[in-house]
């Protein structure tokens, strides 16, 4: 952890060498995912209900995947460049050295100016909070933290997954933003609301809705089960086949001779 604090350090201080650059682009970040908010505040101003779902409860959901997702790509982008790093041989030296390589690709890149998107999520998120209807016992509270983790996690090894593709492909496979990047696009509506297969997908494929939809009916009472609750937590389990494909990747791994 010392070691990992030392590289944020690094990161931190070399991304605020250009302040004016990195303001900039926080708020261009900020602005872009404000795009998002709009398409469902007009859409909800239209028609009032989705599914049943009202304006706050759907910016419960959409500010939980946003949160999760901005706080991964803030973190996790070193995987986002694990192609460049096959390419140019980089990953070769990370294999050299006492370190785990997960933790060295991890640590080499974090993109502070996805606090944009963070603080957008986050504005959202303290409006939805009061105007949901949700009583916010300790039980519900517990489960939106487990929620924004579960949507972090997700996300997290979704990067992962992306790099681990690398070690075959050498150049990284654009068909992985349909996971990233649509997995926070259909994030802004409960899952259900797409028909009963992009649910079945986005729970047992790509576990999102294991952190947004059944957690979300827990809050909203329209399902009493504990199980709905500790949901977000099981979906933390799509860590393992991921790290099982990486290790496997790592095996199997041939340097480009850069």
Not at 5 to 22: N, T
Not at 44 to 57: I, L, P, Y
Not at 140 to 160: E, K, P, Q, R
Request: glycine share 8%; proline share 3%; charged share 15%.
């Amino acid at each position: 952890m010392k070691l990992y604090l030392k590289y944020f350090s690094i990161h931190l201080r070399s991304a605020m060498e250009y302040k004016s650059s990195f303001f900039m682009t926080v708020l261009g970040q900020f602005l872009m995912s404000f795009t998002g908010f709009l398409s469902v505040w007009f859409l909800m101003d239209r028609f009032h209900e989705v599914e049943g779902f009202t304006f706050s409860e759907i910016l419960l959901c959409y500010s939980v995947v946003l949160l999760g997702s901005s706080i991964a790509e803030c973190f996790f982008r070193g995987f986002d460049r694990f192609p460049q790093m096959i390419g140019n041989g980089e990953f070769d030296r990370i294999l050299t050295r006492p370190r785990n390589e997960i933790f060295q690709v991890l640590a080499s890149k974090m993109e502070f100016t996805r606090i944009g998107r963070f603080l957008q999520a986050l504005l959202v998120i303290c409006y939805a909070i009061p105007t949901s209807g949700v009583i916010w016992n300790a039980e519900n509270i517990l489960t939106l933290i487990f929620m924004i983790l579960g949507a972090f996690g997700v996300f997290s090894a979704l990067y992962i997954l992306y790099a681990c593709f690398s070690f075959f492909t050498i150049e990284g496979l654009e068909f992985m933003n349909i996971f990233t990047n649509g997995g926070q696009e259909f994030g802004q509506y409960p899952f259900s609301v797409y028909g009963k297969w992009i649910l079945r997908f986005f729970t047992f494929v790509v576990p999102l809705a294991l952190c947004q939809y059944y957690p979300l009916l827990a809050l909203l009472g329209r399902e009493g089960s504990v199980f709905y609750r500790i949901l977000p937590l099981c979906s933390l389990l799509f860590f393992l086949p991921v790290l099982i494909f990486w290790k496997f990747g790592v095996k199997h791994y041939k340097s480009t001779g850069s």
